[in-house]
């Protein structure tokens, strides 16, 4: 029998006064994948992100992560449960060094062990390339590395489903190379992820599986070889620069 995934997205809808900012979107991410979620500006991607992660509450539909019901949960009790993200820009403690911030995830966490923490900071260090920054303090740091250590932030309670909003933004090409390579090891070490980027280019080598959204409707799901073929995406979103 195979797995149940680990997230699981059913009949999502979210109303805004008058607006439909998300309509009916369904869609799951498995254990150890990497899953995209792309589309045009105003597409729904950061409000279901938000849906998601307890931010809000959706006015329709079901979402499950790890076989547990969590609409109507806290962000709090939803984090507890596996689940970290992070946002577009960067939400990091600007007056804190790199370190601190990095400890702050641990201090919801009642009774941390002291040699632990250190140990899993120095962890993070090394996997998101900033151990040499380690003392810095996090607002002196280039806007790449403040998103990496924002990614830093989230790993450090061992999630197993991570959010990453629009990660490879304001990075050059190098950047974003190593970002999305980092993303892969991400996986490696078990950690599903369900992301939001517009570098289409970095999606399509990173991801699995690609979910595309347009006026908050899903439009397509498939691989990136799949989702890059379809007619319905590059009239929406992809344009006509793309070779299909």
């Given at each position: 029998m195979?797995?149940?995934?680990?997230l699981q997205v059913a009949g999502l809808g979210k109303r805004f006064a008058g607006l439909v900012a998300v309509d009916d979107v369904s869609f799951t991410a498995d254990r150890g994948e990497i899953v995209g979620l792309i589309g045009p500006n105003g597409a729904g991607k950061t409000t279901t992100f938000n849906l998601v992660s307890g931010r809000f509450a959706p006015s329709s539909g079901r979402?499950?992560?790890d076989g547990i019901d969590i609409v109507g949960l806290r962000p709090d009790r939803i984090v507890a449960l596996g689940l970290a993200?992070?946002?577009q820009g960067t939400r990091i403690f600007p007056g804190l060094s790199v370190e601190e911030n990095l400890r702050i995830p641990l201090l919801a966490?009642?009774?941390a062990d002291e040699r632990a923490a250190a140990e899993r900071v120095r962890e993070v260090l090394a996997f998101v390339g900033l151990a040499a920054l380690r003392d810095s303090i996090g607002g002196s740091l280039a806007y790449a590395h403040q998103s990496l250590l924002g990614i830093g932030m989230a790993l450090m309670r061992r999630p197993a489903l991570?959010?990453?909003d629009e990660p490879f933004a304001?990075?050059?090409?190098a950047e974003t190379r190593a970002a999305a390579a980092m993303v892969r090891r991400i996986r490696a070490e078990g950690i599903s992820v369900l992301l939001v980027e517009h570098d289409v280019a970095a999606v399509m080598e990173?991801?699995?599986r690609i979910v595309v959204l347009n006026q908050g409707r899903k439009i397509a799901e498939g691989t990136p070889g799949e989702i890059h073929r379809d007619p319905a995406v590059i009239e929406a979103y992809l344009g006509a620069d793309v070779d299909a």
């Open positions: 195979a797995a149940e995934p680990l979402i499950r992560l993200r992070t946002f966490r009642a009774g991570l959010l990453l304001g990075m050059n090409p990173t991801c699995d």
